[in-house]
């Protein structure tokens, strides 16, 4: 399993730091941009990653919030993306969601957090529990 990463210039910063640790830890990086902290789409970085998730990576996308990115990965059937602030929301979103894409917001959390968070959402296996199952079942069919 490859981790792939990407941001937007609000999650640059943060994207250049983690593929740094993730690297020092031995994940294998791909490293899907953007490159410099100038003004970029967040959908254009998020739709990159998400494609490495379908070849079956494992997802890391950051902006300012996070949230762009979630929502944008959240529109690619087969990703499972997850925004988490704390430790305990990486590892549930791995736990119970069995998300593939863990999204962050360089502006709302710091870099060693975000570290904490990263390992935790990486290390975490999945529940597969019938009622687990069943409920990410009913996410994938989205009907009303
Ligand atoms: C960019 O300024 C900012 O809107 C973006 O990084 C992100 O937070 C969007 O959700």
Do not use: Q
Request: charged fraction near 25%; proline fraction near 2%; glycine fraction near 12%.
């Amino acid at each position: 399993m490859k981790v792939s990463i990407g941001a937007d210039h609000g999650g640059f910063h943060l994207k250049e730091f983690l593929g740094e640790r993730l690297s020092e830890a031995g994940y294998e990086v791909i490293d899907r941009g953007s490159f410099d902290p100038s003004p970029v789409d967040y959908p254009d970085i998020a739709f990159k990653v998400a494609a490495d998730v379908l070849n079956g990576n494992r997802g890391i996308l950051i902006c300012g919030t996070g949230i762009g990115m979630c929502n944008a990965a959240s529109r690619v059937e087969g990703v499972i993306a997850a925004l988490c602030t704390n430790e305990y929301m990486g590892r549930m979103a791995r736990l119970h969601n069995d998300a593939n894409v863990l999204c962050l917001g360089a502006r709302v959390m710091g870099d060693e957090l975000a570290w904490d968070v990263t390992r935790a959402f990486l290390e975490t296996g999945t529940m597969n529990d019938d009622k687990y199952i069943r409920r990410r079942e009913k996410v994938a069919r989205g009907c009303i």
